[in-house]
């Protein structure tokens, strides 16, 4: 897979076999063999049909073996009863690609994910790879391949989209002439029976002629090498990414549709977040930014000037970059004076530009070439509206004029109208500027490349940082996880999780499990008093409720009734519980509550949490999130992210908390949970956080595996 | 304005006169003569022109006074210098409504804005009612009116759109025909000298030809009586308004390009959603929601049912119904059954109902004959992408049909695709269906019909309820307000603003000023140990940074220390401030910290404010809005706005607070400011709530005029 010549196949074949082509208008096979002839495929075309000895004019081979040629690429569309023979004979010939048009496999039920597993096993007997089953095909227009059956040959570009819906590939090739979308390669995941997203994305990232990744996914199955893989090509190229089925409601949709399981919507929101992934919100976004990606330079300085003929949809561009956080460049006293030389009085020569509604192209003409003279007012956003005297079909020549003059510079347009700017906007997509259906969607689309430098460095930034593997006491955490195993408790007891906390490093409250008064006493006096008395049952998760906390007890006598009481509570209020005693423990002084939690999720491994602890976590509901293991800034960030951050800087006159204690823990728990995959579930609450220098406490920890 | 005629005259005008009617193509005055005729006005239509006997067939009279009729409205489209005198002359004659193109007026500056009084002056002697100066016109597809300079007449609908922007106007005329946007009025407000989008709501909302008001506005002037007329006219039919200028960037574009004066941003979302306007997020969202609206009938239900034949467009559209908190309809048993039998095994039956790629006309005409059985499936949405198979043009013409025979059902479509969707887009529009080019959009514009129903019942509740007005002791309040402005004080003293309180019968800790240690003890024993001294000085906003605060004081001899204590730091921290004295306060016992505010908005009057009190306003900043006069249910929902009512409810155990006494608080705050309108600001904080039937008490409070 990661070896040269599988690369090229994968990506640029030199040949191609279409293994069910066939001689009738309408059938797939005849319309895949077309489009590869119609695309002006420069490699090598082998029609397989038993049946046929010419095909549009090209030699037939009645199977794949009969070719007595090397063969990079097999595109299948046979009945899917044959599919397995037809592998089985690729295999044979030494096909390194195959991509499987033909349907039938998982997504029709139990027979079908059988013969899927078959199809695998095949593939993988002959060092093949698999496209699809169940895909629309896989093009690269910068070879002329268009081996699908798309309707049409899309426009040749430097978007490479990556779908797990075949229709929506459908639709975005048929509307591609109508949008600014144009493609250097277009991959139909179909059933993802082998090759996914991580491998195509791996692949694109050293495609000279692809510019941006888009994506769209319903499932990542395998979410710990996809956040690995992006965090590197995000430094490289853009990867803009729509995720479908993120709602409960979609997420039911989508599990019906292809039967893939569905990730925890926060899983995937921190993964993209946190591994250099633009997320789109919905399909108008994932396709603007991607355009804007596709045609446009990353821009060096993000300075953002907009010109518009009409003051309220200048307005509107003006407010998209407000509540997208982004400033309009001032333009410099110079560049103002020169915009008032030549713009009328009634002109706004601040940020937007109005040249006003009488605007002839002259105006537009010299506005541009006064700001072409200034390299760092490099985002120029045109907005426009079709009035008496504009001349949009001149306007849009002066800015493709200008686009080639001033390659650097990012332009998007936003030409208001219908009939009266159709061809300017014609004129401007042929000249490789963008044009969006309203101001606030073009400057969406603008903060997309804007903000992408940020992300670049960022990852680069992780990446050189690297994780710090913590020294954690390996052994007896092992020891301790397997004692509890072999008890058959998938909740470690208290004092087990304290111990696991304590092999990573971390102070926890410490604790002893007792199992009559006199224990209880024992242990209180080995600990020193006051001490809380707490029940140790798997089944009472939450003690106080039940009367199992106790808590201040200063004597040996207070220690014993307490014992009894809570014995005789939960016997009472919860009855049937397993008991494995009562956990001693000292009191320990107040700090700031915060909470630290894991869980594991089944796409994505060990996602962390952190935020404020005690009744704010309920209330506020306001945590972090990020996916283990961390680096040290990313534990910085999650703590930044929270309103925990705010109290432990030092909020009104209280004094600043111990922030590096925090993170310290956060690294710890990062590493356990990384190094020990059977643990599913951490919660430390509350982690008490002490003054600058004076550390923090894990004050109860829950541990579950 | 409000008598028959003048409503007649504005919106259905009998007879128009074209002032500046000109002979030569090009001119604005001959775009809107020609305008006129061609739109097939069925009215009188009467050329001014003083050079020309006779244009475009119709004969010209020098002035409007030299007409032998009765003119409802002259649209006036000459030089700036000779507005003035032509408005005077059509007084003379008896106009009813003046519609000012030309422009020079508020928006080039001084010399405008004078010309501008003159002009309102001038109409105002004649009682005539002014639309713009500076605007595009007014349009009444209903009578063929097409009084504008805009290119084209837009299609005749049911969209009323009131715009300050003519350019927006220009953009979105010439855009109608490709997006399904039709229109009943169109209205250009322009400077809004006299008229303005208040005058046109109120009319609008008996227009029979109307079915949604769509508003793009950059400044409302009069707030007060803007939320008046939308809650009134929001029960009768929808508007859906987009406020450009909302953020501090846009705000200051908005500024610079008309005057406007942007109110503040809180103030707007707080009016818009209390009184039933539909806020729209940016320009596609008006379009999207409006065309919408225009086009489909209000469902009854609500019941939403996706039809896609394409996976992934169909989880997309699933999950913009979940991120918009939308259910998708259960189809019911029997539907199920029913769709199971006439789809092929791998289709999905539940919803949304995915026909499979491969589906022709005929499936889904099966399919719509199983759905127009069910009444209460009654918002269909289709969702299709042109797969090879696919039949658009038969699909969309089996969505007309159905439409015609079930025009009850509410119907979107989201045909995604370029030139093998154009022609179907065509079908469904002519038939009365809207398209999107997402599936997100197309469920984003049924959502505001699906929660119009929403809107209308609890405006329709809100004005049902009316606003109680609480006994206030006004000639206290106002003689407490006359004592410091005589003093030239505009923030009161902690007395003064108690007494206020009191006079509105709100419970506040009470205090008394003491210039003297002595003065401190009498009122200390007066109101009884313990209590709390704080410096009293309109300078010293933050008393505590100071040391003007010291609390607790339980003898006579703590008091006289605390009185000099505070001196001595007030004179070392807060050097020249002047000093009234010490106030002199009970301790209260703690309660929930909560916070009632009041701002005076420019615009739209007194916004009031609750949330939690304490160090969480800083840190939550979370708290609700309203403008006052509120109802009790709307102060009631002020509080369940916010986390403060999570806690007021009795949280984790905690006793509920008496959330009537806060209720009772803020309608009386409410009052207060509505009455009172010299008070600029309130501050009361904390407000301590005590448990359920123990009331609330302002601890401390502060009031500006």
Redesign the interface.
């Known amino acids: 897979m990661s070896s040269k010549v599988s690369q090229n196949a994968l990506l640029n074949p030199r040949s191609v076999a279409v293994v069910g082509a066939s001689r009738f208008e309408g059938k797939?096979g005849y319309?895949i063999l077309k489009n590869i002839i119609d695309g002006g495929y420069r490699g090598k075309i082998y029609p397989i049909n038993p049946q046929a000895d010419n095909i549009l004019g090209l030699k037939c081979y009645p199977k794949v073996s009969a070719v007595n040629d090397e063969i990079d690429m097999a595109v299948i569309a046979v009945p899917v009863g044959k599919v397995l023979e037809v592998v089985d004979d690729c295999g044979q010939a030494g096909v390194k690609v195959l991509v499987v048009i033909s349907a039938g496999f998982k997504?029709?039920g139990l027979e079908g994910a059988k013969r899927e597993v078959e199809l695998v096993s095949i593939a993988k007997r002959y060092k093949m790879r698999i496209l699809g089953p169940n895909c629309l095909g896989y093009i690269n227009t910068s070879i002329g391949l268009n081996a699908s059956?798309a309707?049409i040959m899309p426009p040749k570009g430097h978007i490479a989209f990556i779908?797990?819906?075949?229709?929506?590939l459908?639709?975005l090739i048929?509307?591609?002439?109508?949008?600014d979308l144009a493609f250097s390669k277009i991959v139909s995941l179909g059933n993802k029976a082998d090759l996914n997203e991580i491998d195509y994305i791996r692949l694109l990232a050293d495609d000279p002629e692809t510019k941006v990744i888009a994506l769209?996914v319903?499932g990542i199955e395998r979410g710990d090498e996809f956040t690995k893989i992006v965090r590197e090509v995000s430094t490289k190229k853009p990867i803009v990414a729509?995720k479908?089925?993120?709602?409960?409601?979609?997420a039911?949709?989508?599990s019906?549709?292809?039967g893939s399981m569905a990730g925890s919507e926060i899983a995937y929101v921190t993964a993209f977040k946190q591994f250099g992934v633009i997320k789109a919100e919905?399909?108008?976004d994932l396709l603007d930014a991607t355009k804007c990606f596709g045609s446009q330079p990353l821009p060096k300085h993000g300075n953002i000037i907009i010109i518009t003929?009409?003051?309220?949809?200048?307005?509107?561009a003006?407010?998209?970059?407000?509540?997208l956080g982004l400033?309009?460049a001032y333009l410099g006293a110079d560049v103002i004076k020169e915009l008032r030389r030549i713009l009328p009085?009634?002109a706004?020569t601040?940020n937007?530009i109005?040249v006003l509604?009488d605007a002839r192209a002259d105006r537009y003409q010299a506005v541009l070439t006064i700001l072409s003279a200034k390299e760092e007012l490099d985002c120029l956003v045109m907005v426009l509206?079709?009035?008496?005297m504009t001349e949009p079909d001149e306007v849009a020549k002066l800015l493709v004029d200008f686009k080639a003059k001033k390659p650097e510079k990012v332009i998007v347009a936003s030409f208001?109208?219908?009939?009266?700017?159709t061809n300017a906007i014609s004129i401007l997509r042929n000249g490789g500027i963008p044009n969006y259906?309203?101001?606030?969607?073009a400057i969406k689309a603008l903060s997309s490349l804007i903000n992408y430098k940020e992300i670049c460095d960022k990852q680069q930034r992780l990446l050189n940082e690297g994780h710090l593997r913590y020294p954690i006491d390996r052994d007896r955490i092992k020891s301790t996880l397997s004692r509890a195993k072999e008890e058959g408790r998938s909740m470690l007891l208290p004092h087990e999780a304290c111990e696991i906390l304590n092999s990573c490093g971390i102070r926890a409250a410490p604790c002893i499990v007792a199992r009559s008064p006199d224990e209880a006493v024992q242990a209180a006096e080995s600990l020193g008093y006051p001490v809380v008395l707490k029940i140790v049952s798997p089944h009472i998760i939450h003690k106080s409720d039940v009367g199992g906390v106790k808590i201040d007890l200063r004597t040996s006598s207070e220690v014993k009734l307490a014992y009894y009481e809570i014995m005789a509570n939960v016997s009472k209020f919860a009855v049937g519980a397993t008991v494995y005693g009562v956990a001693v423990a000292p009191m320990v002084p107040q700090g700031m509550e915060t909470i630290i939690g894991m869980r594991r999720d089944p796409q994505f491994g060990p996602l962390l949490m952190f935020g404020l602890g005690g009744?704010y976590v309920?209330?506020?509901r306001e945590v972090s999130f990020r996916l283990a293991p961390i680096t040290k800034s990313e534990a910085l960030e999650m703590i930044m992210e929270t309103?925990a951050y705010?109290?432990l800087r030092g909020?009104?006159g209280s004094p600043p908390g111990d922030i590096d204690a925090v993170v310290d823990v956060l690294l710890k728990v990062s590493t356990l949970c990384t190094e020990f995959k059977e643990i599913q579930e951490i919660d430390i609450n509350p982690l008490f956080v002490y003054e600058k220098f004076k550390g923090c406490i894990a004050v109860d920890a829950k541990i579950w595996c």
Chains 1, 2 share one sequence.
């Open positions: 797939v319309v997504e029709v059956f309707a779908s797990q819906s075949g229709a929506l459908t639709s048929d509307r591609a002439s109508l949008e769209y319903e729509l479908a089925g993120v709602t409960e409601v979609g039911k949709a989508a019906s549709h292809t919905c399909l108008s003929n009409a003051g309220g949809p200048g307005i509107l003006a407010d998209a970059c407000g509540k400033k309009l009085p009634a706004s601040n937007p109005d509604g509206s079709p009035q008496a208001l109208g219908g009939s009266k700017v259906d309203s101001p606030e969607r009744i309920e209330l506020l309103k705010t109290l909020f009104r």
